[in-house]
Structure formats: structure tokens, C-alpha cells
């Protein structure tokens, strides 16, 4: 799966935004087209454009709910099984990278950068493989 973490980059590289990139080099896996990926993402990058949280993070939880959602749209039961390996996923990125926190993440006001956007990019993809892509 080192493909897809290489894509990931190359998405970034193309002008994707962290979200878009992480999101389009695994969507396929869960029948999603690239440009519906692509579309879905576009706000989440930057920190959902307001340095909050990292837009690597945002695509992970995306791909959780692509994988595992049961898609019941009149008694939905997946929540609780998506809410819970999410989390797994956000505390393996912070537990990584002190933060998921694109403000934290760069530094910004801190002048401390905890990661690169490149970084985190590449440790969102490694999680999303060992945790969605190994079963």
C-alpha cells in the first residue's frame, strides 16, 4: 500500500488540499469516485479553512464512515462502531504528532511546527492502512 501514501503526496503536489489528498487516494476502495472525494473534502483543508482541525484528520474520519457506515438510512446502527474506530484514529495521529490541530500542528503562534503538512499527510495514510486496511 505504499502506492497510496505515494499518492497521497501526489495529490498534494497537483494542488490538493491535505484533505483532498488523503481522501481521493483511498476513495476508490469504498466506490467513491476521485472528483466526489475531491468535491466533498474542499472545505476541509487548511483546517476546515480555519486552522482547526488538521485536514489529513478530517479525510481519516472520512474514509471510517465510507468503510464502515451500513448506509441504514432509517435506523442507522454503525455510529457507535465508526465513533469508536475514529477515535482510535485521531489518538494514533496525536499520539504521533502531540496535536490534530492544523494551528498547533504548524506552529502558528507558537512558532514551534510539531509537523509538516507533507508529515502529516503521510501519517494520516499510515493510519488509515493499519487501521481500515488490515483486516
Known amino acids: ?7 497521497v503526496l501526489v495529490n498534494h503536489d497537483k494542488g490538493y488540499n491535505c484533505a483532498q489528498a488523503v481522501a481521493c487516494a483511498y476513495a476508490d476502495l469504498y466506490h ?3 472528483a466526489e472525494a475531491f468535491r466533498a473534502m474542499e472545505a476541509f ?8 482541525t488538521c485536514g489529513a ?3 481519516m474520519t472520512y474514509l471510517v464512515g465510507l468503510k464502515l457506515s451500513d448506509v441504514n438510512l432509517d435506523k442507522p446502527k454503525s455510529k ?7 477515535t482510535n484514529m ?5 499520539e504521533k ?3 490534530t490541530e492544523c494551528r498547533e500542528l504548524k506552529g502558528v503562534g507558537t512558532g514551534i511546527m510539531l509537523r ?4 502529516c499527510m503521510e501519517d494520516a495514510a499510515r493510519i488509515v492502512e493499519e487501521y481500515l486496511l488490515n483486516d
Open 1 to 7: 500500500m505504499n502506492d497510496r501514501v505515494d499518492q
Open 32 to 34: 467513491v469516485g476521485e
Open 45 to 52: 483543508g487548511r483546517g476546515m479553512g480555519a486552522m482547526t
Open 57 to 59: 484528520v478530517s479525510a
Open 80 to 86: 457507535a462502531v465508526c465513533y469508536k474506530i475514529a
Open 90 to 94: 485521531l489518538n494514533a495521529f496525536k
Open 97 to 99: 504528532n502531540q496535536s
Open 116 to 119: 509538516t503538512c507533507d508529515g
